[in-house]
């Protein structure tokens, strides 16, 4: 049976991605709560944020509104991205 590789390997890369970036929500979150106000802290917490929105399809029968998608990268969610990445790879 042939597996086509390129499908496979984009399916990957986007799982790792959308992991990756709750477990670096989740490490932001846990370094907001317990953190005490440092320089450390600001800098693991800073954030660069893009958003996209609101995209809108209005057919005759069905009108469809999505939006705004925002997104927030700091350096835990590097980090976050970077563990699930190293998991994937030596788990797949």
């Not at 944020?49 to 399809?57: E, H, M, N």
């Not at 939006?67 to 797949?92: C, E, M, Q």
């Amino acid at each position: 049976m042939l597996i086509d590789n390129s499908r496979r390997g984009m399916s990957r890369v986007l799982w790792v991605l959308i992991l990756g970036f709750f477990l670096g929500g989740l490490f932001t979150k846990l370094c907001e709560m317990f953190l005490p106000d440092s320089a450390a802290r600001t800098f693991l917490t800073t954030s660069v944020s893009a958003s996209v929105g609101p995209l809108s399809l209005d057919l005759v029968a069905v009108g469809l509104t999505l939006g705004p998608l925002s997104l927030y990268l700091n350096v835990l969610t590097l980090v976050g991205v970077f563990l699930v990445a190293l998991i994937a790879r030596s788990w797949i």
